[in-house]
């Protein structure tokens, strides 16, 4: 946690109402959540007096295109929140690192108790300057992924976007068909496919029917093309229920509200629980630390 639906659903929220905000202040207490920078100040003079002109999502980054054509970046990494809040007087959560206010009013908090999360300021190559992208990002037809890999240095090892890239299930077919490794691990590479983590994984692959410990270049066809079709179903309905809250400190949109998609899960942490379909206990199967969830009935 977060995944691609979660930071959706934080980029939404806030591109209604920062986009032509100025930046007053950044208040850092942590370097170690801006550690790109030499400094916190360095840090506070790239955002500092630029106002912010686009909110935009790449895998699980989200991207605020500054005035100056730099770009603010967060990854959130696995504990990470923003919140929103009126001002000063708001009292601060435990682990708040960054504080942005605006001139207009108003600030954007970061919290992370792990301190994993991170914030910088990407400064686009000079121009005419070749940019090497992704090999599985260069199988993308069109979108926006593209232009924000060539635009953000540190994004380019990114894999497809489910929605920032267009890519048809052939080409996906291309992918997996080259990758000896099990579907699990495939789908939760981000730089294969950026956006998924454990729970969608889970998710696209028993709406797929597929079990997870399948070898990706094993499946045929009509395989792959549920699986394509899978992944997008899951990650939009997800995105419309505003992310799944599961852990110990659940996910919070910037005004505090929890996701509501773990009511919808299949399988993700329901190890024992029937299956929706066939009624078997779903599974947990553990590997390098990682865990997945399935039913041993219906995904072949």
């Not at 916190?40 to 989200?62: C, M, P, W, Y």
């Not at 054509?69 to 007087?89: A, E, N």
């Not at 270049?217 to 394509?228: A, D, F, G, V």
């Amino acid at each position: 946690m977060p995944e691609l639906p979660e930071i959706e659903t934080i980029r939404a929220s806030l591109s209604r109402d920062l986009v032509g905000k100025k930046i007053k202040g950044a208040a850092v207490t942590s370097g170690k959540i801006v550690r790109r920078h030499k400094t916190a100040k360095d840090f506070r003079t790239a955002v500092e007096g630029h106002t912010i002109k686009s909110a935009q999502r790449l895998g699980k980054n989200l991207i605020f295109g500054l005035d100056n054509g730099t770009s603010l970046v967060i990854d959130l990494d696995v504990s990470g929140h923003i919140l929103r809040s009126q001002g000063p007087k708001d009292e601060k959560p435990k682990h708040t690192h960054v504080v942005f206010t605006f001139t207009q009013g108003g600030e954007i908090r970061y919290v992370d108790a792990l301190s994993k999360g991170e914030l910088y300021v990407s400064t686009p190559p000079p121009e005419g300057t070749e940019v090497e992208i992704s090999k599985f990002a260069r199988l993308s037809v069109g979108g926006d992924g593209l232009g924000l890999r060539k635009q953000i240095p540190e994004l380019t090892s990114l894999g497809i976007d489910p929605f920032e890239d267009q890519i048809g299930w052939d080409r996906f077919a291309a992918i997996l068909r080259s990758r000896t490794t099990d579907l699990k691990s495939v789908l939760t590479d981000q730089n294969i496919l950026a956006g998924l983590g454990e729970i969608y994984a889970d998710e696209a692959l028993f709406a797929a029917g597929l079990g997870h410990d399948r070898e990706a270049e094993s499946l045929s066809t009509i395989e792959i093309r549920r699986l394509h079709r899978a992944i997008t179903e899951i990650l939009q309905e997800a995105i419309k229920y505003g992310g799944s809250s599961l852990e110990k400190e659940p996910f919070r949109d910037p005004d505090g509200k929890e996701g509501n998609y773990q009511q919808y899960l299949q399988v993700y942490d329901r190890e024992g629980l029937p299956c929706m379909q066939c009624r078997q206990p779903i599974k947990k199967a553990v590997n390098k630390s990682q865990a997945t969830f399935y039913c041993d009935k219906c995904q072949s």
